[in-house]
T-cell receptor
Framework: SQQGEEDPQALSIQEGENATMNCSYKTSINNLQWYRQNSGRGLVHLILIRSNEREKHSGRLRVTLDTSKKSSSLLITASRAADTASYFC???????????FGAGTRLTVKP | GAGVSQSPSNKVTEKGKDVELRCDPI?????LYWYRQSLGQGLEFLIYFQGNSAPDKSGLPSDRFSAERTGGSVSTLTIQRTQQEDSAVYLCASSLTVNSNQPQHFGDGTRLSIL
């Protein structure tokens, strides 16, 4: 069963704007990962945040983690049309040996 | 190879036929994962391998589904007596080890269509 749930399901913004996607999960985690999927392709790993971390940055990406609320957010700053994709969060499985993915947020960045 | 390779990229078959999907992971990766993705949906976890062993097969949707991995490398996912609801994209991923602190590297999937 899925562990993470992304919100919103779909997001449409103009190029240059910031995009924020949220992920909520149900059980305690050790690690949370964000992935991106372009249409017709496999997923690409973006960033990993550990349960003892609150914020991580990678280029235009900023990820936060609030373990008390069991939620994470992915912020893409100064979005580009090429950022158009689906974004997924993944958290530890119940036995901590694998990851479970949410349903994803479909981001559309209009040029 | 440089990345995870899946074959075939597309497969169209008639209901009731058996299909075999192949995944060639990144060399040296001991962990291998299979997922199913229906159109516009998230990833449904099917099974993972640590080496040649599959500790948890509970994600497989039915006993028509089976998977094996030999030599700690290539894996095959077999679907017997295919049904229309099996139509989906089947994604394979590999990672260095089975650990949630490891990123997973995905292939581009096999798009399976059951007529």
């Amino acid at each position: 069963s899925q562990q993470g749930e992304e919100d919103p399901q779909a997001l449409s913004i103009q190029e240059g704007e910031n995009a924020t996607m949220n992920c909520s999960y149900k059980t305690s985690i050790n690690n949370l990962q964000w992935y991106r999927q372009n249409s017709g392709r496999g997923l690409v790993h973006l960033i990993l945040i550990r349960s003892n971390e609150r914020e991580k940055h990678s280029g235009r990406l900023r990820v936060t983690l609030d373990t008390s609320k069991k939620s994470s957010s992915l912020l893409i700053t100064a979005s580009r049309a090429a950022d158009t994709a689906s974004y997924f969060c993944a958290t530890d499985g119940f036995n901590n040996n694998d990851m479970r993915f949410g349903a994803g947020t479909r981001l559309t960045v209009k040029p | 190879g440089a990345g995870v390779s899946q074959s075939p990229s597309n497969k169209v078959t008639e209901k009731g036929k058996d299909v075999e999907l192949r995944c060639d992971p990144i060399s040296g990766h001991t962990a291998l994962y299979w997922y199913r993705q229906s159109l516009g949906q998230g990833l449904e976890f099917l099974i993972y391998f640590q080496g040649n062993s599959a500790p948890d097969k509970s994600g497989l949707p039915s006993d028509r589904f089976s998977a094996e991995r030999t030599g700690g490398s290539v894996s095959t996912l077999t679907i017997q007596r295919t049904q229309q609801e099996d139509s989906a994209v089947y994604l394979c991923a590999s990672s260095l080890t089975v650990n949630s602190n490891q990123p997973q590297h995905f292939g581009d999937g096999t798009r399976l269509s059951i007529l």
